[in-house]
Every structure is written in structure tokens, then in C-alpha cells.
């Protein structure tokens, strides 16, 4: 399964080995840009919200879920391997995944984004879909058809990559697959700016938002 990097989702990664075995709450990594920077894509407004109060809400919550737990001072991505699939820990496995999905959300936009990705990632994109436009097309597909809220995301199975759609706070990390990219499809995420026009939100952000160097990275 990948592992990927968070340094500032889980204040563990930071502290020394001794203080680990600590309650380590969890921590609202920062934005990595100013709240108007995607703007007129997503607004501020939309921001402050879904960063602000949204994903806040998230990681508070697992903070609180997990407090006196066996789950106190566990890694972020743990607590999500240990809980998905596990009905009586639908509460912290839903805020787990949750601050997982918009930490890496964040990081899958970028101002001034979209464009073409480096040749590595171009090549396999191409390999996987036939080309670049293929690949949107069917991300767009995903993130406009996954009936209520929840996620669309390119991710490496294998040797391929592939575009999926998931519910509520389902992520790949609980399918044994690697997460390259996402882009959220809860109202929260777009309908300050776009009411219920999601395709529009979505096919914007693929066009003028979308981070294809922080895919790469995740490429590994
Ligand atoms: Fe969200």
C-alpha cells in the first residue's frame, strides 16, 4: 500500500520518538496557499469554509473520537487501515478519512494549475487512458456522476493508473490502491461558487486548478 508524505497531518511525524507514545492530537495542516490564491476558480469565501470550518471540524473530531482510545497517538493513516470496513468505527474512520482526503485535496490544487504533466507522468497517463484529454474526460466523468457526496480521484493500481469514484469519506487507502490525485465533489467544496453545478466546478479545476506535479510525486 503507498504511503504517502503528510509531515503536518500528524503531529507524530514531528515530535520526538518519546513524546509518540504521548495523546498526539492531530493537527489542520496548513493551507499551502493564501485563501483568495484559486480564486476565480474557488473563492475565498469557499475556502475559509471548507478549510476553515469543514476540514477543522474533521480533524477536532477525530481528536475527540480518539481521545482515551486505542486509537490516542495512532498515525493518521493507521487509525484509517485499522477502522475502514469496521461498523462500530463508522465516527472515526469517517473524520480519519476525512482529514486525509482534504490534506491531500489541498495539494492537488495550485494556482495557476492545469496545463500538461511532465513527461513521466504524460507517458503514463497516455499508456492507461490513449491521452491527457482521455484521462480528464473520465475524471470529469467520475467526479460529475458519483451520486451525493464524495470523492473522484486518479490512482496507480498496479502499474496502471486508473480513475475511480468514491462515497462520503472513502478514500483509495482503504482499497489498496495509491492516491495520485483527487477532487472533492461535496457540496461544500463548490456550491458557494458554482450551486449545483458541479460539472462546471469540476471541469474548471481540471483546466485551471489541477496540481499534475504533485501527482507525479505520488507516482513514487
Ligand atoms: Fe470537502
Redesign the pocket.
Known sequence: MGKIDFPIVSSTSRITPALVIALSPHVLPTLPYADNALEPVISAKTISF?YGK??KAYVDNLNKLAEGTEFAGMPLEKIITETAGKADKTPIFNNAA?AW??AF?WRCLKPKGGGEPSSVLKKKIEASFGSLDACKKELAAAATTQFGSGWAWLVLDGDKLKVIKTGNAELPLSKKTKALLTI?V?E??YYLDYQNKRADYVNAVLDKLINWDFAAENLG
Open positions: 471548507h469543514h476540514h476525512q482526503n482534504h485535496y472533492d461535496w461544500h467544496a
